[in-house]
C-alpha cells in the first residue's frame, strides 16, 4: 500500500475538495510505508443518544449513547457526577500565550476532561494544527435552559489558518455533537473519520441546512496519510459504536497515541486474537505519547465481555412466550444490530419504535451493516397480525425518558402496545447517574401490568463501552508509551487511570490534564511539561438561537426560578400627594400558594407601601428605578425571613 500525501489547508496550501480514496486494511509500517500485515477493522457500537430538531429550544434526551452511566451522564459507562455550581468567568482578558518552541509539540486539551462530554484536543507541531473529535455536553442542574454546552475554541479560531485537519474518532455526540457550531469557526478544515462516522455526522447535519458543507475525508484501519507536514495513521478499536478508530500522529520524537474511547474485545479476561494483532504493532515502534480513555479507570479487573451479553440476550428471546420488549441505549449500535440479528434467527417480527432507534437503523443501513431481512421488520401497526410469541419490539427510554416509547408503555399511553403478564421487558443497560427515580418509577409501572422485567441487575444483559482497570493495564503495556496523558472524565478517574499507568511509566512523565491547559513535550522528546498559561477555557453554551457565553446573571435567575418562583409587584403613585392610589397587585408563580397565603401577603403589601412612601418623601420627579431597587430589597428580605425561600423579586412601579 502506498501512504498518501494531503495538501495543506490554511496559509501553507489550498483547502483540498476531492475525497481521500479507502485504502486497503493493510496496517503499514509507519515510516516506510511498507505493509506488515493484514489487520482487519473491528468497530463497536453506541449512537448519538440525544435526538433534537432543527430550531428546537430543548432538545429529547434519548437514550442514545455510551454504554454506560452519563450522557455519560447518560450513556458512558461510569459515573457521572454533577457539575460545580460555580461559573467558569468569561474570556474578556487577553491570553499572552507563548509561541511554540521550534522543537515542542504541544497538547491542549480543549474539552473532555474533568468531566464527560465535550471531548475536544488540539495538538501542535510546528505549523501545523490536528482537531482530534468536537463534542458537546448536555446542560445539568446548574445551567437551566441551555441546550448544549461547547468546548472554547477562541485559540483555535485565532490560530486557524495553522489547522490542517479535524480527525473524528468515532459517532458519538460527545465526540461530534459540536461539529454543526464549530467547524465553520475554525475554517471548515478536511474532516478525517471512518465510514460510519461520517454517516452520523452526515444524519446530525441534516439539522443544520444552513451549514456549509463538510469536506469528508474517508479513512480506514490501517491507512496512513501525510498532511500538512505530518504522516497521521489510523487504527481500529473497540467501543460501542461501528468504526470507532485510534489515531497515530508521527512525531521527530515518537508516536502520539490518541485511543478515542476504548475496551477490549476478550472473553474471561482473554483478549481476542484480532486486538493482539492490532496492539501488537505497536510492539517496534517508539510511542511518545498516549492519551486514553479513564471513564471506567476506577472499575476493577476486566468488564464484562459483550460475547456474553449476547449469549444472555440470545436466551430471552429464545424462551419467549409472549412479546418480548427490548430497551437499550440508542447509541449501542453493535447490540442494537445483534438483537435484530437474534430476533430474526429465531423468526420473530420488529417493530423498532422510538426516533433514535429508527434513525440509527437507517444509518446502519445506508453504511450495509443491517443484516436482517426487510420482511422481518414490520410497523408496529402490523403487530397485531402476528402470534404474541412472534413479536420483538425494539424501543427506546431504557432511562425513564418521559416521552420514550417505553414509558409511554409503562404509562399505558402507547397507541399500539398494552402490556399483560405474558410479557417480558428485557433493559440491557445500567442506569445513568440521576436517572434513578424515573427508573424506578418506569419498572414499577411496567411492573403493575404484570410484565416479566429483565435489567443489568439481575442478569449480565449489558457491558459497557469503556475499558475496566485492567484492560487499560494491558492497553498499556502494549503501547509502552514515554509519556500519558489520562482524557474522556473527571480528575478522580484521571487519578486513577494515572496510577494503573504508573506501573510501567515515572510518574514524572504523567500529566493529569484540565481543560485549556497548554502541555507541551518539549527538548526533543526529553520531558513533558504543563505550562503555567492556559487557553481561553469558559465554556460556551447553546440557549435556543444563541451561542456563546451567556451570562452568570442568567443562568443564576433561572435557578432561582426554578427553585424559589417569582414574586411579581405592581404598584401605582399617585403623584400629585406621594401615596399609592390602591394597594399594590402581587402575582407570584413557584414560590407560595396565595389562596393559603392570605396573612403574608397583607403583611408583605404593607412592607411594600412603607418602602414606596419612605422613598419618594420629598422626592420630585420621583426617580421610579430608586423606588424599584428599595422595593426589591426591602421584599426580599422580608420574605427571605418570613418563608426562607428567595424569589426573584419583579417591582413594577406606575406613577399617575
Known amino acids: 500500500m502506498t501512504d498518501k500525501t494531503e495538501k495543506p489547508t490554511g496559509k501553507d496550501g489550498a483547502k483540498p475538495t476531492s475525497h481521500v480514496r479507502r485504502a486497503t486494511r493493510t496496517f503499514p509500517n509507519l515510516q516506510s510505508g511498507t505493509s506488515t500485515g493484514n489487520i482487519s477493522a473491528r468497530g463497536a457500537v453506541s449512537s448519538a443518544r440525544f435526538t433534537s430538531t432543527p430550531g428546537s429550544r430543548a432538545p429529547q434526551r434519548s437514550s442514545a449513547g455510551h454504554s454506560g452511566t452519563s450522557t455519560h451522564r447518560r450513556q458512558h459507562g461510569g459515573g457521572r457526577p454533577p457539575r460545580a455550581t460555580s461559573y467558569p468567568p468569561r474570556d474578556t482578558t487577553v491570553h499572552k500565550i507563548p509561541e511554540l518552541g521550534d522543537e515542542n509539540i504541544r497538547i491542549i486539551p480543549l474539552g473532555g476532561v474533568e468531566e464527560i462530554g465535550k471531548n475536544m484536543t488540539a495538538f501542535e507541531i510546528g505549523d501545523d494544527i490536528f482537531v482530534v473529535d468536537m463534542g458537546f455536553q448536555f446542560s445539568e442542574d446548574d445551567t437551566p435552559g441551555i441546550d448544549y454546552i461547547l468546548p472554547n475554541t477562541k485559540y483555535l479560531e485565532e490560530n486557524k489558518s495553522k489547522i490542517r485537519a479535524v480527525l473524528i474518532t468515532h459517532g458519538h455526540l460527545d465526540h461530534i455533537g459540536a461539529i454543526p457550531y464549530i467547524m465553520e469557526k475554525i475554517g471548515n478544515p478536511?474532516?478525517?473519520?471512518?465510514?460510519?462516522?461520517?454517516?452520523?455526522?452526515?444524519?446530525?447535519?441534516?439539522?443544520?441546512?444552513?451549514?456549509?458543507?463538510?469536506?469528508?475525508?474517508?479513512?480506514?484501519?490501517?491507512?496512513?496519510?501525510?498532511?500538512?507536514?505530518?504522516?497521521?495513521?489510523?487504527?481500529?478499536?473497540?467501543?460501542?459504536?461501528?468504526?470507532?478508530?485510534?489515531?497515530?500522529?508521527?512525531?521527530?520524537?515518537?508516536?502520539i497515541v490518541h485511543t478515542g474511547d476504548i475496551r477490549l474485545d476478550h472473553e474471561d479476561g482473554k483478549v481476542s486474537e484480532i486486538e493482539n494483532e492490532i496492539y501488537g504493532f505497536f510492539k517496534e515502534r517508539n510511542v511518545l505519547l498516549l492519551l486514553s480513555?479513564?471513564?471506567?479507570?476506577?472499575?476493577?479487573?476486566?468488564?464484562?465481555?459483550?460475547?456474553?451479553?449476547?449469549?444472555?440476550?440470545?436466551?430471552?428471546?429464545?424462551?419467549?412466550?409472549?412479546?418480548?420488549?427490548?430497551?437499550?441505549?440508542?447509541?449501542?449500535?453493535?447490540?442494537?444490530?445483534?438483537?435484530?440479528?437474534?430476533?430474526?434467527?429465531?423468526g420473530k417480527k420488529i417493530v423498532v419504535d422510538g426516533r433514535s432507534m429508527k434513525t440509527n437503523i437507517e444509518v446502519t443501513k445506508a453504511a450495509g451493516l443491517l443484516k436482517t431481512g426487510k420482511d422481518s421488520i414490520i410497523t408496529v401497526e402490523q403487530m397485531a397480525d402476528y402470534p404474541e410469541n412472534k413479536i420483538v419490539a425494539l424501543v427506546t427510554g431504557a432511562q425513564g425518558e418521559e416521552f420514550a416509547a417505553l414509558m409511554r408503555i409503562a404509562n399505558k399511553s402507547h397507541k399500539y402496545i398494552k402490556l399483560t403478564s405474558r410479557d417480558t421487558v428485557l433493559m440491557s443497560s445500567s442506569i445513568v447517574p440521576g436517572n434513578e427515580r424515573n427508573v424506578q418509577k418506569l419498572k414499577d409501572n411496567l411492573s403493575r401490568q404484570g410484565a416479566h422485567i429483565i435489567h443489568y441487575k439481575n442478569s449480565d444483559i449489558h457491558s459497557s463501552g469503556h475499558a475496566n482497570a485492567e484492560e487499560l493495564a494491558w492497553i498499556h503495556a502494549k503501547i509502552h508509551p514515554k509519556f500519558f496523558i489520562p482524557i474522556h472524565g473527571y480528575h478522580y478517574m484521571h487519578r486513577v487511570h494515572a496510577d494503573i499507568a504508573k506501573r510501567i511509566i515515572p510518574e514524572e512523565n504523567i500529566i493529569i490534564p484540565d481543560n485549556g491547559m497548554i502541555i507541551e513535550i518539549q527538548d526533543k522528546g526529553q520531558k513533558i511539561v504543563a505550562l503555567k498559561e492556559n487557553v481561553p477555557k469558559g465554556i460556551i453554551m447553546v440557549d435556543g438561537f444563541s451561542i456563546g457565553n451567556i451570562q452568570e446573571v442568567v443562568l443564576r435567575d433561572r435557578q432561582m426560578l426554578a427553585q424559589d418562583g417569582m414574586f411579581v409587584i405592581i404598584a401605582i403613585i399617585d403623584t400629585a400627594n406621594g401615596c399609592l392610589k390602591k394597594s399594590p397587585d402581587i402575582i407570584s408563580r413557584g414560590f407560595v400558594y396565595l389562596k393559603e397565603s392570605q396573612e403574608l401577603l397583607r403583611s408583605t403589601r404593607l412592607v411594600i407601601k412603607k418602602t414606596v412612601e419612605d422613598s419618594i418623601r420629598g422626592m420630585n420627579p420621583?426617580?421610579?428605578?430608586?423606588?424599584?431597587?428599595?422595593?426589591?430589597?426591602?421584599?426580599?428580605?422580608?420574605?427571605?425571613q418570613k418563608t426562607a425561600k428567595r424569589p426573584i423579586v419583579i417591582p413594577v412601579i406606575l406613577c399617575i
Open 293 to 346: 480513555d479513564s471513564t471506567n479507570a476506577e472499575n476493577p479487573g476486566f468488564s464484562i465481555s459483550e460475547k456474553l451479553v449476547y449469549q444472555n440476550i440470545e436466551t430471552v428471546i429464545k424462551e419467549a412466550k409472549g412479546r418480548l420488549i427490548l430497551s437499550t441505549f440508542a447509541s449501542q449500535v453493535e447490540r442494537m444490530l445483534k438483537m435484530l440479528e437474534i430476533s430474526e434467527k429465531y
Open 190 to 255: 478536511p474532516l478525517y473519520t471512518r465510514s460510519f462516522t461520517s454517516l452520523m455526522i452526515k444524519k446530525r447535519q441534516e439539522e443544520f441546512p444552513h451549514a456549509p458543507a463538510l469536506d469528508f475525508r474517508i479513512v480506514e484501519s490501517g491507512e496512513r496519510v501525510k498532511i500538512g507536514n505530518t504522516n497521521i495513521s489510523f487504527f481500529a478499536v473497540t467501543h460501542a459504536i461501528p468504526d470507532s478508530m485510534g489515531i497515530i500522529i508521527e512525531t521527530p520524537y515518537g508516536d
Open 622 to 640: 420621583i426617580n421610579v428605578d430608586f423606588v424599584k431597587d428599595n422595593v426589591t430589597d426591602n421584599v426580599s428580605k422580608f420574605l427571605l
